[in-house]
């Protein structure tokens, strides 16, 4: 066999909650797993602040430090962990096959798909031009850059909520932008919101355009939907924060997806339309989108892989 071929008999795909939980089962299990970490190592939460919704932190914790604590906790039972993306899939066959970035081909006997989801855009024009230059899709990793400036932030949902009132710590004023005039938000957000004093909320608005020139960003223009009217906000930084989008691209063609992106599994279980591969966390759970269920599909798939091995044996 060549020495990019390697032969495993458990492939975690994605090192979220899900990934690392089933790393951590898979591994006491004896199934000497490897991990892809995929494009962003340890997942979400390592772009999160306090994580206070994890049983078990009576105090909260740092989303990386969980996720760097599951890491560790999953190589202490043997796992592999490594840097790298899974660019291609073919599920056609036994041995499953996947191909990473750094040139091999794995083998595996079960495959665990736990890649998560990724931030939504906008998709204005005016919001690409921008990216990096006072745009943003994550405020706990830019927030620092906007120290007393003002800033605006678009969405109405949990991560929205969050990210305001972490601003809102860091800049003189923050504008949260949202389409209705309710927020989706949990109401221990809502409440942190609301008394958040420096927290200006614009509902039944959205963006139109991103104002700036060859400096950045130095304003944003939005629309009340409700009478047309439009209005320049005069801001620094612009903060995307509209949800997420399942990772399931290169499964596509393999596996069963439904419309919306996210990955088909059996009710009540991990399994997949493809014998030997399951699917874990928020690529196949549109509903829950918790740390904690993601963590609870992770140890599902784990157990499901190695019970379909030993019947495979
Ligand atoms: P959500 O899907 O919950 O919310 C997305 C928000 O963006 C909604 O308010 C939606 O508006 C708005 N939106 C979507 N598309 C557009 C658009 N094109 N233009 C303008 N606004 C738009 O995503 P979140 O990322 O906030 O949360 C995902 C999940 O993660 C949830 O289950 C949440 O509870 C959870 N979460 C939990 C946290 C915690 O407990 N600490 C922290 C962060 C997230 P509308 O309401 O009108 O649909």
Redesign the pocket.
Known sequence: MSENIEKNKCLIIGSGPAGYTAAIYAGRADLKPIVYQGLQPGGQLTI?TE???FPGYPEGVKGPEMMEDLKKQSERFGTDVRFGIITRVDFSGKPLKAWADDGKEIRADAVIIATGASA?W?GLESEKKFMGQGVSGCATCDGFFYRGQDVAI???????A?EATYLAKLCRKVYMI???DE????KAMQHKVRNTPNIEMLWSH?PVEVLGDFKGVNGLRVKNVKTGEERDLPVTGFFV????QPNSDIFRGQLDIHENGYIVTIPGSTRTSVEGVFAAGDVQDHY???AVTAAGTGCMAAIEAERYLSSEK
């Open positions: 999160t994580v206070d919704n939504k906008l678009v969405g109405g949902g949990d991560t929205a969050e949202h389409r209705r927020l989706r938000a949990s959205v924060a509209i949800g997420h829950y989108r918790q």
